[in-house]
Structures are given as structure tokens and as C-alpha cells.
């Protein structure tokens, strides 16, 4: 396994712009979720795919918020019309039909 | 209300002694229980997972126990080093069928050489 990949490890983007972030699981890994984590707090679940399909979506992630998975490989999540408080860094993971989830370095977002 | 926690101060410890970080959760009945390793700037890194009906994992320095009745788990560090240094997270799944794991807020273990 090569691991889960994310991209880009940081942005900076002005309140208001629109960003994608890229996440890229083990391979073979069917399912594939989405946290936010802020400082001094555990990630928390955003949504989750099982293959291309997108079967829960948390009440954290608003309608700014949209995550595709179109060939059930990578993922991107989507924020537009970014806000400060979505600072924080968002992490991606994978597994296959089990239990354990294995996370990427995640992406760090700061909204000015 | 639901909740997991975990001690939020730091744990200081002396290389060599053992580590031991808590888990409590309150009005969950989880399948299993994992518990993370995460260094700052970096993902949650899996460590254990243990399941309902098991009292006691181990591997390696790592062993972990669980609970049911007391909704409790413990994760122990022996021969602790100054690399065990990190947050350290139970992640617990809700049973549910939820696919997704709720988190603890973590506890910073901090080995002194």
C-alpha cells in the first residue's frame, strides 16, 4: 500500500473564493470518508463513500459543501464561498469493507 | 447527550514508565474501539482497534483493554520512549450503522528523556 495521498498539504485562500482538495485512497479500498479537525479537537465526519456512491453526509457539512468520488477512486471535496470558520484541516481515509480506517497527512485550510 | 472523553491535559511522563491515557464514553454501545496516534501537522496514524467481546489487545509496548460496563477503555505505553511523544485518540464506532468513527479530542502524551 502506497497510503492515502491529499492535496495540496496547505492552502491560503481569501473569504469569499472557492477551493477543491483531492484525495487519493489505498487502492482497493472501497470506502472513503471525509473529517474536519480543528485544533485541540478530534476529527470530525463530514461524509462517506462507498464506491462512487455517497451515502452519508453529516449535518457539519453545509451546502457550501460538496465531495464527489466519480469512478470510485479519488475523491475531491468542494467548499465555495469559503468563511473563516472553515480553518481547519480536513482529512481523508479509507478502508476497505471493515473496520479500520487509514488517514492521510490531510489538507490545511486557512481562510483570510 | 452522547460524548466520548479523553483527559485533556498533557500526560508527562519519565522515559522507561508506562503510559496510561483513558476513554470514557457516555450513552454510545460500540461494535469496537481504535485508538490513533497523531503528531501535530500530521492524519490520525491507526494503532489498535478491539472489539466489544474482547477484554485486552496487545502489540508490541501497545496494549489496550475495554470496558462494556464501565464504558471505559485503556491505553497503555510500556517502556514508554520520548518518540511515543504525540496526541494520542480513541475513535469509537456508534453501532449504528454508521460507517463513520467518532472521535475523543485526543490526549497529549509528552515522554521526558
Known amino acids: 500500500d502506497t497510503g492515502v495521498s491529499q492535496n495540496p498539504r496547505h492552502k491560503i485562500t481569501k473569504r469569499g473564493q472557492n477551493v477543491t482538495f483531492r484525495c487519493d485512497p489505498i487502492?482497493?479500498?472501497?470506502?472513503l470518508y471525509w473529517y474536519r479537525q480543528t485544533l485541540g479537537q478530534g476529527p470530525e465526519f463530514l461524509t462517506y463513500?462507498?464506491?462512487?456512491?455517497?451515502?452519508?453526509k453529516s449535518r457539519l457539512l453545509s451546502d457550501r459543501f460538496s465531495a464527489e468520488r466519480p469512478k470510485g477512486s479519488f475523491s475531491t471535496l468542494e467548499i465555495q464561498r469559503t468563511e473563516q470558520g472553515d480553518s481547519a484541516m480536513y482529512l481523508c481515509?479509507?478502508?476497505?469493507?471493515?473496520?479500520?480506517?487509514?488517514f492521510g497527512p490531510g489538507t490545511r485550510l486557512l481562510v483570510l | 447527550s452522547q460524548k466520548i472523553e479523553q483527559n485533556s491535559e498533557a500526560l508527562n511522563i519519565q522515559e522507561g514508565k508506562t503510559a496510561t491515557l483513558t476513554c470514557n464514553y457516555t450513552?454510545?454501545?460500540?461494535?469496537?474501539l481504535q485508538w490513533y496516534r497523531q503528531d501535530p501537522g500530521r492524519g490520525p496514524v491507526f494503532l489498535l482497534l478491539?472489539?466489544?467481546?474482547?477484554k485486552e489487545k496487545r502489540k508490541e509496548r501497545l496494549k489496550v483493554t475495554f470496558d462494556t460496563t464501565l464504558k471505559q477503555s485503556l491505553f497503555h505505553i510500556t517502556a514508554s520512549q520520548p518518540a511515543d511523544s504525540a496526541t494520542y485518540l480513541c475513535?469509537?464506532?456508534?453501532?449504528?450503522?454508521?460507517?463513520?468513527?467518532?472521535f475523543g479530542s485526543g490526549t497529549r502524551l509528552q515522554v521526558q528523556p
Open positions: 487502492s482497493e479500498h472501497n470506502r
Open positions: 481515509a479509507s478502508s476497505r469493507a471493515g473496520e479500520t480506517q487509514y
Open positions: 463513500f462507498q464506491n462512487e456512491a455517497q451515502l452519508e
Open positions: 475513535a469509537l464506532d456508534e453501532n449504528t450503522g454508521r460507517r463513520a468513527l467518532t
Open positions: 450513552n454510545y454501545s460500540p461494535a469496537y
Open positions: 478491539i472489539r466489544e467481546n474482547e
